[in-house]
């Protein structure tokens, strides 16, 4: 006799569009109810994740809150949560107590530890960018890190534990550090995933066809932005996994003058290596790091002097090429949420070893 799974209800905060919900099984997680300040991408969540309400408001109001609440009518067993932060230490900015807690950005940590005390899932996950960890805030007159407030609110109940992760080190092509921060009951066993072989750019997208600048293909998402004549020729002579700024001819330049500016911009990305962190500006070839790596050509120029088109970005942070996001989607969005989430793979991995008494 096949033993039944349990079909597990979440919930979603700071959801953005739901990009790294999207390799959550529908046969054992489901995200009941999501939540998500800016309109447009609470929009676009309704369109991957059809089967999930979404509350589109202010979560640090009231009214808001009690929305989510209403919304829930079965039993929550875990809460994912991305809480922006500035990642700005108190101590260290010698700010005033009253000048830094009155950023509402940094205190959305504290709407987490509401519905967590509310709602008592089984287990929540916290993640965001590295900065989290070092962000500072008062609590009960005390200058607290996040780990000292969550500790003080919930470990009567809770295990917490918490670290930071690269997922190119759970078989995601993308170089993405992560702070990760579980908070599970006693009666759960939460350790990491087991770290893969790299994933390389050219194994996750080699097999893509080449395109130059304003081309198409017949594959979904698979087209390259139009860019500046002048781009393409710095990018047509830069090769694979150097910038524009090292060319001792076709360098960044205006009015014939050299542009000053960093290495890590008008870049190619390298092949054989996971991809470096994606960005929200990965549509600009000035930005960091988002130029394809290209193919040396027999004239002596390089190939795909253009930013990763939109398929390519989603292969690499391991959305799958049969995706959700529906095909007329505003490509500036993609590239924006993709860039401010976690990579789907590694929450489905994160949660997959998940071990429940």
């Known amino acids: 006799m096949m033993e039944t799974i349990k079909k597990l209800n979440g919930l979603?905060?700071?959801?953005?569009?739901?990009?790294?919900?999207?390799?959550?099984?529908?046969?054992?997680?489901q995200i009941c109810v999501a939540n998500e300040l800016i309109n447009e991408r609470s929009e676009l969540y309704k369109k991957i994740h059809p089967m999930t309400i979404m509350i589109n408001g202010d979560i640090s109001l009231k009214n808001t809150k009690n929305k989510i609440l209403d919304a829930l009518d079965e039993n929550i067993d875990f809460i994912i949560a991305s809480p922006p932060c500035q990642g700005l230490?108190?101590?260290?900015?010698?700010?005033?107590?009253?000048?830094?807690?009155?950023?509402?950005?940094?205190?959305?940590?504290?709407?987490?530890?509401?519905?967590?005390?509310?709602?008592?899932?089984?287990?929540?996950?916290?993640?965001n960018v590295p900065t989290l960890l070092k962000l500072e805030l008062l609590h009960k007159k005390k200058v607290k890190n996040v780990i000292?407030?969550?500790?003080?609110?919930?470990?009567?109940?809770?295990?917490?534990?918490?670290?930071?992760?690269?997922?190119?080190?759970?078989?995601?092509?993308?170089?993405?550090?992560?702070?990760?921060?579980?908070?599970?009951?006693?009666?759960?066993?939460?350790?990491?995933?087991?770290?893969?072989?790299?994933?390389?750019?050219?194994?996750?997208?080699?097999?893509?066809?080449?395109?130059?600048?304003?081309?198409?293909?017949?594959?979904?998402?698979?087209?390259?932005?139009?860019?500046?004549?002048?781009?393409?020729?710095?990018?047509?002579?830069?090769?694979?996994?150097k910038s524009a700024f090292e060319n001792k001819v076709y360098y960044p330049k205006k009015n014939g003058a050299r542009i000053k500016g960093f290495n890590s911009s008008y870049r190619r990305i390298k092949w054989d290596a996971p991809a470096p962190t994606i960005t929200i500006r990965s549509d600009a070839i000035s930005s960091q790091r988002n130029v394809h790596p290209g193919h040396l050509k027999k004239d002596g120029l390089f190939s795909d002097a253009r930013v990763l088109s939109p398929a390519e970005l989603m292969i690499l942070n391991s959305i799958p090429e049969k995706n959700k996001i529906p095909i007329n989607t505003n490509e500036l969005l993609i590239r924006k949420v993709i860039g401010e989430s976690v990579p789907p793979l590694l929450i489905k991995k994160l949660f997959g070893s998940i071990q429940f008494a």
């Open 148 to 241: 000292e407030i969550l500790q003080d609110e919930l470990k009567k109940n809770y295990h917490i534990t918490y670290e930071i992760i690269d997922s190119s080190d759970f078989g995601i092509p993308q170089k993405r550090l992560r702070a990760i921060i579980k908070i599970y009951k006693k009666n759960i066993t939460w350790p990491n995933p087991v770290k893969t072989k790299h994933i390389t750019v050219r194994d996750a997208i080699g097999h893509l066809p080449s395109l130059e600048s304003g081309q198409h293909s017949n594959i979904p998402f698979h087209y390259a932005r139009n860019h500046t004549p002048k781009h393409v020729e710095w990018m047509q002579n830069t090769p694979t996994g």
């Open 12 to 29: 979603s905060l700071f959801s953005s569009a739901g990009i790294g919900e999207i390799l959550l099984t529908k046969k054992k997680y």
């Open 89 to 127: 230490s108190l101590a260290g900015k010698n700010r005033r107590s009253k000048e830094f807690t009155a950023d509402n950005r940094n205190n959305l940590i504290l709407d987490v530890i509401y519905f967590i005390k509310k709602l008592s899932p089984s287990f929540a996950l916290i993640e």
